[in-house]
């Protein structure tokens, strides 16, 4: 169980190095990320994108590519198919994402055929690192399902027990957000809580505590859950929050980071392998934790 | 113009005492902030509600009942009544919430007869001082409209402006906030995004400067807006910050708080006058800076 991100990079060098393929690598950010968590020792890059400027900036940046393979390929879609037939062929552990669109990266996640598709759904789990919580807390989904349905919900809490169940967290409790506390017949977020949680209550999801409808402020405090009157098992110690959508999981994500100062690390599960997205927006120490989180769920 | 809430207490003092009707004064908390507001020079009272409970509470807190009125009224629905009757015959300058559901108090305030609606919708918005920005920002919606359309988001920004106006900032800078920066036709934030930021260009609202979609980093940073290749005049500049829904509002709201360390002033608008609706989860502070807000302006 990891309490920061200090021993989710020790969690991850205790894992070995794992081989990561990089679609369309030719990219200054994507490389230096990769440098750091070469430097770390968590990674075998295999660097698949356009040769000569992959080699240019490696040698800008004091990458040295007699450790890696190199996989010439100057099409970005291209890239992306390579990179999932290594994965498919068990010649690669982990994908990242490199100068190429989500979109095509995804297709080529998702083909029926020559795809890397494991569970029902993929989905967006991010953990954070933040001064005004005790213990690591992740957020679901904050980059991928715009407007996810019952079941979608019950694939993206699956898929985020997965995670938290590899860094050691057995049973996660999981808070249903939602901007109140009760069950508004008019609010849909606060009717899907409800159902989690009963769905919960009788066993029809498992390996952790569901409560909800709660509200960001008595999910993370016992206090605030207490003065509302809501006695609950995962207010307070809740490790996982569900948000209602996309439009809400995007503001907490980029809330927590840019307007609280907290640090992230996040990935894209239900796949065979976990998946690095990361964005030119992420600073350089959250791309380096995201692969870190990568090695150890792969 | 103000850029901190000791500014906005200033500003809220300048203004002269305020009478403010209590719907259900009987209660410590509510009481406490009159108390503040009292002793800040900006308020005279008006206390509506259990007679004997609010006389036994002043005794307590130190709250000296010489100096304010107390109607006897011990249904809490008829004191929501009372106090907005009191607006309405110009007796009151703003009006506040206490041991009252909100239900009955909005019932109150936009009978159709009796009641003191002046726009087309009422909307809640909320000031913010962070360390984490520049200046004061506001978000709206986060404790109203449960899924605005586009109507109704207008009218949000509507009653928002004129909130900016009467703090100084006559032409706010408004970001629409969405998860991504451009347009996407399956996720409707971004098309109304398009929409209002469009409706402004052709000056359809006035007033302001509004763009959008934004997320919310580039929304409050123009580095982070010019990487992702955005030219907006409102990026790092930003006023308010206009959300999606309700989920998103609140969860924003409550991140500031309580994953920021932000400090909040919120009040409802569109009424004839500007209603304080302080919940149990407020700091004293807050709700003091609340009451600020509204003296300001009533």
Chains 1, 2 share one sequence.
Do not use: W
């Amino acid at each position: 169980m990891i309490s920061n991100f200090d021993e989710l990079i020790r969690l991850a060098k205790s894992k070995g190095k794992k081989r990561i393929a990089i679609a369309a690598a030719d990219d200054e950010a994507v490389l230096i990320a990769c440098k750091m968590a070469m430097d770390q020792g968590l990674i075998i890059p295999i660097l698949i994108g356009n040769q000569n400027k992959i080699k240019k900036i490696c040698a800008h940046i004091g990458m040295d590519i007699s450790q890696f393979e190199i996989i010439p390929q100057d099409d970005p879609v291209a890239c992306s198919r390579i990179a999932v037939r290594y994965i498919k062929e068990g010649k690669a552990d982990l994908l990242m994402k490199g100068l190429v669109s989500t979109a095509p990266l995804l297709q080529a996640v998702l083909n029926k055929d020559s795809g890397i598709r494991k569970n029902p759904l993929l989905s967006h789990i991010a953990l954070f690192q933040t001064s005004y919580y005790h213990k690591i807390i992740g957020v679901t989904d904050a980059a991928m399902n715009i407007a996810p349905c019952l079941e979608d919900k019950i694939s993206i809490i699956k898929n985020a027990i997965e995670v938290f169940q590899k860094i050691g967290i057995l049973k996660p409790k999981i808070a249903i957000l939602c901007p109140i506390e009760s069950v508004n017949e008019k609010i849909e977020s606060t009717l899907h809580a409800a159902i989690l949680s009963t769905m919960y209550k009788r066993g029809q999801i498992m390996n952790c505590v569901i409560d909800g409808p709660l509200a960001l402020d008595n999910a993370i405090s016992k206090e605030a859950a207490f003065h509302k009157g809501i006695q609950s098992d995962v207010s307070g110690e809740v490790d996982l929050l569900v948000t209602s959508d996309l439009n809400s999981g995007n503001v907490l994500y980029k809330s927590l980071i840019f307007m609280g100062g907290a640090k992230a690390a996040a990935v894209i599960v239900g796949a065979s392998v976990p998946i690095v997205l990361t964005s030119r927006a992420d600073s350089e120490e959250s791309k380096l934790h995201s692969i870190a989180l990568a090695t150890i769920l792969s």
